[in-house]
């Protein structure tokens, strides 16, 4: 599901170049990086001048978020009933696009590097981390009501604790995410009374 | 505590040009990211050849993790008999250069951004991370010997929850760590009995 950049002025405008200008730093992106994405080749390469370009998107650092946006996976409605279930299914969702698991590797550490760069971060935390946090906070705010989890659980906490796992082991120790692991880290977190692991 | 590249051959090396070669990588990666890192401008700048950059370190991506690395603080020893106490330490010793309370904020989320290239993943991993982890991994079979922790306690999953936590906070969502936090979070993942967070 992906959003089209929204006109500013009343002209209507070619949705298509939107759409092949994303394509192409997206591609630019994956290759060198953010700091490698230049406007003006990147125009050149969809047949466009760098004005359509800054007319779609003010910064280079919101045209690589929208892009990178894109290539994320859509945002789902998840209410099973358990807080632990529902987190690790958010969580899954928030990480999927950016595990080592996933066939395009090599372009997860890019798009998070790329993620990261100072002119891309606070866009790809607006256009895409705020609101699959809003929707875990109330997956912990449904848990206290519900009596599943102390009143007590910092939800910013937990939620940070649970992304910063995934994204850190995925991303930067390169090891696959395990469904058991994940689940007790929750549990830990939540302080609920945990699984056993599995035998190694 | 920095480390200098090793001749690989007999012929002693200028030393002093290793270290401007690792002043202008690190200057060029928080400039404007690996992405952005030239090794036949960094020649110049520094008034090289590409060679003399190539006789240090074999890759851009070695010769990035090797700059980064210098740039972030010296390892310590820690063992105050406290496991909780021990790894908050050992913690804020990984994350220091990397948080947004410092004031090197910008240059803190372009380091982080780089560190994930995947050409520079696995250089950082072994030249920074590795032993940290391993230092990591002794607290906590210490806290599991004085019987402080469970033996059940997955130390791989305790120590990449508490870097995720510190690293999004810090970098992705660009909030300050505050002690009373982490150290809950550190007690939770040991599953012993936390303090209170304070009010807000």
Redesign the interface.
Known sequence: MSEEARPRGGRPRDAGLTERILDEALRVIIA?????MRIEQLATAVGCGKAAVYRRFSTPGELAAEAIARALPPAGVVDTGDVVTDLIAINQEITRGLAPDDERH?SA??L???????EV??HI?ERY?AARRARAREIIARGKERGQISL?V?AD?VI??????????S????VELEDA?TR??VQ??L?VS?D??PPM
Chains 1, 2 share one sequence.
């Open positions: 060198g990086g953010f700091a490698g090599a550490g890019s998070l590097s790329a993620m990261l760069a100072p971060r606070p935390w981390f007590d910092d906490d940070d604790a649970l992304s910063g796992y995934s994204l850190y082991r991303s930067m120790r390169g692991h007790r880290i830990l977190l302080g945990p056993a692991l």
